[in-house]
């Protein structure tokens, strides 16, 4: 019994030192410019992708899967570094995001179609985003809060505890709720609040899911999908407005939201459910084919495939 005691103790003391020690880290990288977090960023991805073999596995494997009949070997090994250095950008990004200030967000991230968010507003039962693990998906959430939009994100929070409480410190700070996606019920129940309230809760529909979800299309192969968003709207009558953040050239990012999805419902819920995913999973499709190196190819997206029928 001491021994597990003391095994516990060393455990928790070397958990807080490491936790601790990227604390200060992250505190020091602050001081560095922009452009030099890049570097710095790009070149811990493409070490940290050398070193956790199955990760770049994973990566190259899908992108083989998706492009290995459309494109060269060449082609695809580009989009693989073009992506991790993305990767790399986007986590020194979020690390130092305190750092970014209303002049950042005015005059280095513009938004194209705000009229469709406005729309979907007037009608006063919130909004559904609906995006993905893509582009500068960080700086979207940022810019509508400085904008003054209610905004809150349903996310899967990190097993480490200390870097689920750096999720909830920060958010606090910054004026930003993160919603927890487990309870599902207690998700589901603090999501339709916002709602309520007509606030936007911001949705990504491209993780695998573990247990249950909807096999609909994605890139040839049948994933299994949450329907979380469609049950939101069935509770809420929110609409489901689509809306990605581009990462552009010299650090400028666009947002692109489209109009609400056209849902169906024939009063067939198995057909509708099944019909409206598709829709919502092929519109994230447009987006990565469009801007292939902006998605998370790093996800299992493929782990539960099922050959299209």
């Known amino acids: 019994m001491g021994k597990r005691s003391v095994k516990k103790s060393d455990k928790w003391h070397y958990s807080r030192t490491v936790w601790v020690l990227i604390r200060i880290f992250i505190s020091l990288l602050r001081i560095f410019p922009l452009r030099f977090l890049y570097v710095i960023g790009q070149g811990m991805t493409h070490v940290a992708f050398r070193v956790l073999r199955r990760r770049r596995e994973t990566t190259l494997k899908n992108l083989n899967l998706v492009f290995g009949k459309e494109k060269s070997q060449d082609e695809i090994l580009q989009i693989y570094r073009s ?36 729309d979907a507003l007037s009608l006063g039962r919130g909004v559904i985003l609906l995006s993905a693990h893509f582009g500068s998906f960080h700086f979207l959430w940022f810019k509508l809060i400085h904008m003054g939009y209610p905004l809150s994100a349903i996310a899967r929070y990190p097993r480490q505890k200390g870097l689920a ?12 709720t993160l919603i927890r996606d487990k309870p599902r019920r207690t998700c589901i129940e603090q999501s339709l609040k916002w709602l309520k309230r007509n606030g936007i809760v911001f949705v990504m529909l491209d993780l695998n899911v573990r247990k249950g979800g909807v096999y609909v299309d994605f890139f040839g192969k049948m994933v299994p999908t949450f329907k979380g968003p469609l049950l939101l709207n069935a509770e809420s009558g929110a609409p489901i407005v689509p809306m990605f953040a581009v990462r552009e050239d010299k650090g400028k990012h666009t947002i692109l939201i489209d109009r609400p999805i056209e849902l169906e419902q024939s009063g067939d819920s198995d057909r509708d459910v099944f019909l409206n995913l598709t829709k919502m999973s092929k519109i994230i499709e447009s987006y990565v084919r469009q801007y292939p190196d902006q998605w998370w190819w790093v996800h299992q997206r493929w782990r539960k495939a099922k050959p299209k029928e």
Request: hydrophobic share 35%; net charge negative; aromatic share 12%.
């Open 165 to 176: 409480r750096y999720y909830d410190s920060e958010s606090e700070k910054l004026g930003f």
């Open 83 to 118: 992506t991790i250095h993305n990767i790399g950008k986007l986590v020194m990004e979020c690390v130092t995001i305190s750092r970014f200030n209303d002049s950042f967000y005015e005059k280095m991230v513009r938004i194209e179609g705000l009229e469709n968010l406005n």
